[in-house]
Protein backbone atom coordinates (compact mmCIF):
# COMPACT_ATOMS: atom_id res chain seq x y z
CA UNK A 1 0.00 0.00 0.00
CA UNK A 2 0.90 3.54 0.06
CA UNK A 3 4.13 4.51 2.16
CA UNK A 4 6.00 7.40 3.73
CA UNK A 5 8.99 6.93 5.08
CA UNK A 6 10.56 10.25 7.17
CA UNK A 7 14.25 10.28 8.20
CA UNK A 8 15.34 11.07 10.98
CA UNK A 9 13.19 10.82 13.76
CA UNK A 10 14.90 12.90 15.55
CA UNK A 11 17.67 15.98 15.03
CA UNK A 12 19.20 18.33 17.38
CA UNK A 13 20.99 21.05 15.89
CA UNK A 14 22.73 24.07 17.28
CA UNK A 15 20.69 27.58 16.66
CA UNK A 16 21.68 29.51 13.71
CA UNK A 17 22.93 25.83 11.91
CA UNK A 18 20.76 24.11 9.62
CA UNK A 19 18.02 21.10 9.68
CA UNK A 20 17.04 18.84 6.58
CA UNK A 21 14.56 16.33 6.84
CA UNK A 22 14.11 13.86 4.38
CA UNK A 23 10.85 12.21 2.92
CA UNK A 24 10.38 8.81 0.34
CA UNK A 25 7.30 8.11 -1.03
CA UNK A 26 5.89 4.37 -2.47
CA UNK A 27 2.64 5.51 -4.85
CA UNK A 28 4.42 7.26 -8.38
CA UNK A 29 0.73 8.54 -8.70
CA UNK A 30 1.12 11.09 -5.76
CA UNK A 31 1.03 14.50 -6.73
CA UNK A 32 1.14 16.81 -3.67
CA UNK A 33 3.46 17.08 -0.96
CA UNK A 34 2.79 19.29 1.80
CA UNK A 35 5.02 19.98 5.32
CA UNK A 36 3.11 20.45 8.88
CA UNK A 37 4.83 21.64 11.63
CA UNK A 38 3.42 20.57 15.58
CA UNK A 39 4.37 22.43 18.36
CA UNK A 40 3.81 20.23 21.53
CA UNK A 41 0.15 19.86 22.20
CA UNK A 42 -1.22 21.72 19.36
CA UNK A 43 -2.59 20.43 16.11
CA UNK A 44 -0.53 20.21 13.06
CA UNK A 45 -0.41 23.53 10.87
CA UNK A 46 0.86 23.63 7.19
CA UNK A 47 4.20 25.06 6.77
CA UNK A 48 5.11 24.90 3.45
CA UNK A 49 4.02 22.55 0.45
CA UNK A 50 5.21 21.39 -3.08
CA UNK A 51 3.58 20.22 -6.35
CA UNK A 52 4.90 17.39 -8.35
CA UNK A 53 5.38 19.65 -11.18
CA UNK A 54 7.91 22.13 -9.39
CA UNK A 55 11.34 20.72 -8.05
CA UNK A 56 12.38 23.11 -5.58
CA UNK A 57 10.06 26.36 -3.40
CA UNK A 58 11.32 28.36 -0.63
CA UNK A 59 9.92 30.13 1.84
CA UNK A 60 11.99 32.94 3.93
CA UNK A 61 14.10 30.62 5.76
CA UNK A 62 11.92 27.07 4.90
CA UNK A 63 12.48 25.11 1.20
CA UNK A 64 11.52 21.90 -0.01
CA UNK A 65 12.91 20.21 -3.03
CA UNK A 66 11.21 16.86 -4.82
CA UNK A 67 12.90 14.23 -6.78
CA UNK A 68 9.81 13.01 -8.68
CA UNK A 69 12.50 10.39 -10.39
CA UNK A 70 13.44 9.26 -6.88
CA UNK A 71 10.51 9.53 -5.38
CA UNK A 72 12.28 11.74 -2.41
CA UNK A 73 11.37 15.21 -0.84
CA UNK A 74 13.02 17.01 1.55
CA UNK A 75 12.77 20.68 4.10
CA UNK A 76 15.72 22.66 4.45
CA UNK A 77 15.44 24.77 7.71
CA UNK A 78 18.57 27.81 7.43
CA UNK A 79 19.40 29.58 10.06
CA UNK A 80 17.85 27.59 12.91
CA UNK A 81 15.96 29.52 15.81
CA UNK A 82 14.63 27.69 19.49
CA UNK A 83 11.24 28.47 17.69
CA UNK A 84 11.98 26.40 15.40
CA UNK A 85 11.48 23.25 18.05
CA UNK A 86 8.58 21.23 16.88
CA UNK A 87 7.65 18.02 15.60
CA UNK A 88 7.62 17.82 11.34
CA UNK A 89 5.43 15.74 9.54
CA UNK A 90 6.34 15.20 5.73
CA UNK A 91 3.33 14.15 3.86
CA UNK A 92 2.23 12.69 0.43
CA UNK A 93 -1.31 13.15 -1.15
CA UNK A 94 -3.02 11.15 -3.83
CA UNK A 95 -6.03 10.21 -5.32
CA UNK A 96 -8.65 12.67 -7.02
CA UNK A 97 -7.99 15.84 -6.40
CA UNK A 98 -4.63 14.80 -4.56
CA UNK A 99 -7.13 14.26 -1.25
CA UNK A 100 -6.04 11.30 0.43
CA UNK A 101 -2.79 12.26 2.20
CA UNK A 102 -0.40 9.52 4.42
CA UNK A 103 2.13 11.51 7.08
CA UNK A 104 5.56 10.45 7.49
CA UNK A 105 6.35 9.40 11.11
CA UNK A 106 7.37 12.37 12.11
CA UNK A 107 10.55 13.99 13.35
CA UNK A 108 11.31 15.93 16.39
CA UNK A 109 13.56 19.02 15.54
CA UNK A 110 15.54 20.44 18.85
CA UNK A 111 17.06 23.73 17.95
CA UNK A 112 19.59 24.46 21.27
CA UNK A 113 20.40 27.93 21.94
CA UNK B 1 -15.00 31.24 11.07
CA UNK B 2 -14.21 28.99 13.92
CA UNK B 3 -12.67 26.41 10.99
CA UNK B 4 -12.55 23.20 12.49
CA UNK B 5 -14.17 22.21 15.58
CA UNK B 6 -13.77 18.69 17.72
CA UNK B 7 -15.96 17.73 20.63
CA UNK B 8 -15.03 16.31 23.31
CA UNK B 9 -11.40 17.52 23.78
CA UNK B 10 -10.74 14.72 26.59
CA UNK B 11 -12.65 11.21 26.86
CA UNK B 12 -11.86 8.58 29.18
CA UNK B 13 -14.16 5.43 27.86
CA UNK B 14 -14.34 1.25 29.63
CA UNK B 15 -13.58 -1.27 27.04
CA UNK B 16 -16.20 -2.27 24.93
CA UNK B 17 -18.32 1.05 25.16
CA UNK B 18 -18.86 3.25 22.35
CA UNK B 19 -18.97 6.92 21.44
CA UNK B 20 -18.96 9.21 18.85
CA UNK B 21 -16.32 11.80 18.05
CA UNK B 22 -18.06 15.07 16.48
CA UNK B 23 -15.94 16.76 14.06
CA UNK B 24 -17.83 20.46 12.19
CA UNK B 25 -16.37 22.76 9.88
CA UNK B 26 -17.73 26.24 8.94
CA UNK B 27 -15.41 26.80 5.96
CA UNK B 28 -17.66 25.01 3.11
CA UNK B 29 -14.87 22.23 2.42
CA UNK B 30 -15.45 19.66 0.55
CA UNK B 31 -12.71 17.15 2.09
CA UNK B 32 -13.03 16.02 5.49
CA UNK B 33 -10.74 13.30 7.45
CA UNK B 34 -10.02 11.66 10.58
CA UNK B 35 -6.48 10.83 11.69
CA UNK B 36 -5.02 9.23 15.16
CA UNK B 37 -1.59 10.41 16.58
CA UNK B 38 0.41 8.06 18.52
CA UNK B 39 3.88 8.31 19.69
CA UNK B 40 6.57 7.97 17.18
CA UNK B 41 4.04 6.85 14.15
CA UNK B 42 3.03 10.19 12.62
CA UNK B 43 -0.72 10.73 11.74
CA UNK B 44 -2.77 7.76 10.27
CA UNK B 45 -5.46 8.05 8.21
CA UNK B 46 -8.62 5.99 9.52
CA UNK B 47 -11.68 7.30 7.32
CA UNK B 48 -11.98 10.18 4.68
CA UNK B 49 -15.34 11.93 2.51
CA UNK B 50 -14.92 13.99 -0.60
CA UNK B 51 -18.22 14.92 0.10
CA UNK B 52 -21.59 15.02 1.43
CA UNK B 53 -22.48 10.79 1.51
CA UNK B 54 -19.44 9.61 0.08
CA UNK B 55 -16.80 8.08 2.72
CA UNK B 56 -13.88 5.44 2.07
CA UNK B 57 -11.17 3.82 4.11
CA UNK B 58 -7.90 5.58 5.26
CA UNK B 59 -4.74 3.31 6.66
CA UNK B 60 -6.37 2.08 9.85
CA UNK B 61 -10.15 1.66 9.47
CA UNK B 62 -10.94 -1.12 11.30
CA UNK B 63 -13.06 -0.39 14.36
CA UNK B 64 -13.97 2.94 13.86
CA UNK B 65 -17.04 4.00 11.40
CA UNK B 66 -18.05 7.24 9.44
CA UNK B 67 -20.84 9.00 7.88
CA UNK B 68 -21.06 12.31 5.90
CA UNK B 69 -24.84 13.79 5.60
CA UNK B 70 -23.94 17.07 5.61
CA UNK B 71 -21.11 19.03 4.36
CA UNK B 72 -20.20 20.40 7.58
CA UNK B 73 -20.03 17.58 9.73
CA UNK B 74 -17.88 14.33 10.02
CA UNK B 75 -18.15 11.87 13.21
CA UNK B 76 -16.14 9.70 13.99
CA UNK B 77 -17.97 6.54 15.72
CA UNK B 78 -16.50 3.36 18.21
CA UNK B 79 -18.57 0.84 17.88
CA UNK B 80 -16.72 -1.06 20.57
CA UNK B 81 -14.21 0.86 22.38
CA UNK B 82 -10.74 -1.10 23.08
CA UNK B 83 -7.17 0.09 24.87
CA UNK B 84 -5.44 -0.12 21.05
CA UNK B 85 -7.98 2.88 20.52
CA UNK B 86 -6.65 5.35 22.75
CA UNK B 87 -4.63 7.97 20.99
CA UNK B 88 -5.01 11.51 19.64
CA UNK B 89 -7.40 12.00 17.40
CA UNK B 90 -7.53 14.76 15.20
CA UNK B 91 -10.27 15.58 12.36
CA UNK B 92 -8.98 17.89 9.09
CA UNK B 93 -10.65 19.16 6.07
CA UNK B 94 -9.62 21.38 3.10
CA UNK B 95 -10.80 22.57 0.05
CA UNK B 96 -11.25 20.74 -3.47
CA UNK B 97 -10.81 24.84 -5.28
CA UNK B 98 -8.09 25.81 -5.95
CA UNK B 99 -4.10 24.59 -6.74
CA UNK B 100 -3.71 24.13 -3.02
CA UNK B 101 -5.14 21.06 -0.96
CA UNK B 102 -4.16 22.44 2.51
CA UNK B 103 -5.59 20.75 5.19
CA UNK B 104 -6.84 22.99 8.45
CA UNK B 105 -6.89 20.78 11.55
CA UNK B 106 -9.14 20.61 14.23
CA UNK B 107 -7.56 21.04 17.92
CA UNK B 108 -8.11 17.01 18.66
CA UNK B 109 -9.51 14.83 20.75
CA UNK B 110 -7.76 12.68 23.19
CA UNK B 111 -9.40 9.55 24.00
CA UNK B 112 -8.22 7.17 26.76
CA UNK B 113 -9.88 3.55 27.08
CA UNK B 114 -9.60 1.57 30.19
Known amino acids: GENVEQHPSTLSVQEGDSAVIKCTYSDSASNYFPWYKQELGKRPQLIID?????GEKKDQRIAVTLNKTAKHFSLHITETQPEDSAVYFCAASMGTGGFKTIFGAGTRLFVKA | NAGVTQTPKFQVLKTGQSMTLQCAQDMNHEYMSWYRQDPGMGLRLIHY???????DQGEVPNGYNVSRSTTEDFPLRLLSAAPSQTSVYFCASSSQAGAYNEQFFGPGTRLTVL
Open chain 1, 50 to 54: IRSNV
Open chain 2, 49 to 55: SVGAGIT
